[in-house]
């Protein structure tokens, strides 16, 4: 490790650099950046329309603000050359969490999942970085500290066919079951850590 990497480890929380990527923990994070890192949650989420602004400030609390409140050892800011490119946001446990998360009632379908798989995790990416090994980076990163805490394993839950699902595909997650919410498949995803 060079004596730069390692400085800015020690000093600045950066977690992981590689190939100019760098993941940071939010906690450290300055609050301009931040409000970037919530901008790509916006641009990134599929679900845009919202009855008033109570219920579009809970969604983003649910899917951003809660991990970065709850698990700050696992919540990363991504950069590429001193910018927010994307988030990362991390779960060791998720059965705990259920009822704060007031999670959707299909969730309850894969709670025997949980047990085996127990982290879960959340990552989006500006367009404009996506395709780049950013997110495949970030993830090596948060698996690897998952595996360091002795987590047994990893989902994550996609809509079917949804393109998030190759990605994770390809960084080693395996659909292990799907249902029907609505009109939409979803699937969710596994890796043993």
Known sequence: MTKLKKMLKENFNVVSMSNDVQLIKISEYPSQKIEKLKSIFWESSVKTDFESEKKKSEFEYKYFDFYVKYFPHLSFAIESDNHPIGYLLGADQTTPYLDQLEMQKYV??????????????????????????????????????????????????????????????????????????????????????
Request: with cysteine; net charge neutral.
């Open 108 to 193: 309850a379908e894969f709670e025997d999942i949980f047990a085996t798989y127990p982290a879960h995790f959340h990552i989006n990416l500006s367009e404009n970085a996506r395709g780049k090994g950013c997110g495949q980076i970030a993830l090596q990163e948060l698996f690897k500290i998952l595996t360091d805490q002795n987590c047994p394993g990893v989902h994550v839950i996609t809509a079917l066919e949804h393109p998030s699902q190759k990605f994770y595909e390809k960084n080693g997650l395996a659909p292990l079951k799907t249902m029907k919410i609505s009109a939409t498949q979803i699937v969710i995803l596994v890796k043993s850590l």
